[in-house]
């Protein structure tokens, strides 16, 4: 930690504690002896971990947050407001009120009706709760969920908690949904919701919402943007075309999820729900007969499902957004552009090389996968889990994806005439979601090469 953050933390407590100077002392708990030993402990169990913030990890999406971010949450420990009422956290609503508004406004909705969450589950569990009180038959019986095979494990388990019917649609080869199987199935006026990924977690491939809304001229259904992942994307400038006309028809879906905690530079514990139309607020009324005394204003646990939420969430949000405004061209947009010029790059460079098969077309956003050259799907799967073991010596941290052989182009295993439809292979994976992945693109993929040259070089023949 840089001793300019532990300054400007120190000189913000100080004007914080400032403000209830008039109150009678009342002493900070002390830490004690203790204290410091235990500290030392944490601080090596904590080495048990991936270093994340390196960009040689360029595994799973994990992000640090930004310093500001974890300055402003620290800060707002110390008063440790709970946003769920204003009695808990008045400033904290507040700066969440505007948090809010600045996402809603990134997507350009002219109004909105949201709050922030524990994370895309939750805000995604929300999205189908109203989904599936506004999308139902005459005789009131909810119609379906419908969600492609590669979006979020958790629409299908989250359907089944609120006990709505769910309905898998398959992907087709860039793994973005198949809207010839899903204009069948409306036209069999199955489904109310349509969930669209734009970003999915495992390749960060998008559904095209342009043509899925183009369906709502003849079929009648809601649509739910799942942009946990990619949502901030919107603001780069480099997507391609079919992307970016994705990106373009959000403002026409009726709720989004978006995870400032995965590209909004925040810590865990910060998701967020938006809904189109401020009317669904009606759905959540209850009168809970202890907690709204305060003020006429809104509390946000009245348009909300979570009870106490942590203030300093948004807290950590709004200075965030302060620093770096989600301006297209600004500072902000220009790292997510870094990521995704980073995975285009990696992908040709992958293209290239001798050991490793890549998809046909390029990563939308800045994930990409690839798998290794070898006779067949399972070789290559045994080939992927070394490369990854060895990279991890090298200090580089990939990750591995179980994904359909049908992503790759075909003749890419000589010995595996006619796979199966859901056949799959294990591949390597590699999110760029940091800035800086872009200067160290040389280093990841010299460290990949040495790495799949000693694999395959361990393989009896
Ligand atoms: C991460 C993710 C989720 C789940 O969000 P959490 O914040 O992990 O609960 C849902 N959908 C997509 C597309 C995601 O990438």
Known sequence: MSDEFLKLLAESERTLDQGFAHLPPNP???????????????????????????????????KPPHPIARAAYTLAMSVNPNNHALDGGRASSAMEIEAIAALAKMFHW??????????????????????????????????AIAAS??????????????????????????????????????????????????????????DPLDRIVALQEKYKFRIHVDAAYGGYFTLAANLSSETRAAFDAIP?????????????????GCGCI??????????????????????????????????????ASAVALWATQQLLPYTPGGAFAQGLEAGHTA???????????????????????????????????????????LIFDEAAKRDLHLALAKLPLRFFPQDSWQNSPQAEPDATVTCLRSVLMKPEHLLWLDQIGQRLDTAALTAIGSIPR
């Open 252 to 268: 026409h879906a009726d709720s989004i999820v978006i995870d400032p905690h995965k590209h909004g530079l925040q810590p865990y």
């Open 343 to 385: 995975a285009l790059k990696l992908h040709q460079r992958l293209k290239e090389s001798p050991h490793f098969i890549s998809p046909a077309s390029p990563p939308q956003l800045d994930i990409l996968f690839w798998a290794v050259r070898a006779a067949n799907p399972e070789a290559s799967s045994r080939l992927a889990q």
């Open 110 to 143: 002219p109004q909105h009706l949201g709050h922030l969450s524990s994370g895309g589950t939750f805000a995604n569990l929300e999205a189908l709760w109203v989904a599936g009180q506004l999308a139902h038959t005459e005789d009131g019986t909810p119609k």
């Open 149 to 206: 095979d590669q979006a979020h494990y958790t629409h299908s388990r989250i359907s089944g908690v609120l006990g709505l019917p769910f309905i898998s649609v398959p992907s087709d080869e860039h793994g973005r949904m198949d809207l010839t199987i899903l204009e069948a199935l409306l036209n069999a006026d199955k489904i109310g919701t349509v969930v669209v990924t734009l970003g999915t977690t495992a390749i960060g491939s998008v």
């Open 28 to 62: 900070a708990t002390p830490l004690g002896p203790a204290a410091s030993a235990i500290l030392q402990q944490v601080a090596t169990r904590l080495h048990d971990n991936y270093p994340y913030a390196h960009p040689l990890y360029a595994g799973q999406m994990l």
């Open 274 to 311: 938006l809904f189109r139309d401020p009317a669904v607020g009606r759905l959540y009324k209850h009168d809970s007969p202890y907690t709204y005394f305060s003020s006429r204003d809104l509390h946000l646990g009245e348009i909300s499902l979570e009870c106490s939420r942590a203030g």
